[in-house]
């Protein structure tokens, strides 16, 4: 069964409003076959990625860069993965006070080293929390499951 990961980090109630909201897309009651699993940043490991079919990142923005917990993730399985999970599709959400470029171009740097592949484009929800933000997360998360369940990605 295709292997959905979730490396987010959810500091406040907000993003972890969000975060669930990710969830319960991917485990939509029309998606059969496809196992979802959270694991936050900073105890996700190499063995995590080489385990999954595809991945979603989520980060808030800290001073116009990505959580320090979603760098450590990326510190730790950069190497280890880098060879051997080339192509792995990723999707990415971002809850970002101000614009999210900042984080955006951190993290997709990392990505572009990796060479993981975008499934759609990044999913930054910017300025005051917004109700229509879980909503947004909702359709990531039964995005990137319905296309593993399609075989698409």
Wanted: proline share 6%; glycine share 10%.
């Amino acid at each position: 069964m295709p292997q959905l990961l979730v490396v987010a980090h959810a500091p406040s109630a907000n993003t972890r409003r969000m975060l669930d909201a990710v969830l319960e897309g991917a485990r939509h009651p029309d998606i059969e076959a496809v196992e979802v699993r959270w694991v936050p940043p900073l105890e996700a490991g190499p063995e995590d990625v080489f385990a999954c079919d595809a991945i979603i990142l989520g980060t808030t923005e800290n001073l116009g860069y990505m959580s320090g917990a979603l760098k450590d993730f990326f510190d730790r399985i950069y190497y280890p993965c880098l060879e051997e999970r080339q192509g792995l599709p990723y999707a990415l959400y971002i809850r970002a006070g101000h614009d999210g470029t900042g984080t955006r171009r951190g993290v997709e740097t990392i990505i572009t080293g990796l060479k993981w592949r975008a499934c759609r484009d990044p999913l930054i929800c910017r300025g005051e929390f917004q109700e229509e933000f879980l909503e947004q997360c909702r359709e990531l998360g039964m995005y990137m499951a319905a296309g593993l369940d399609a075989g698409i990605f």
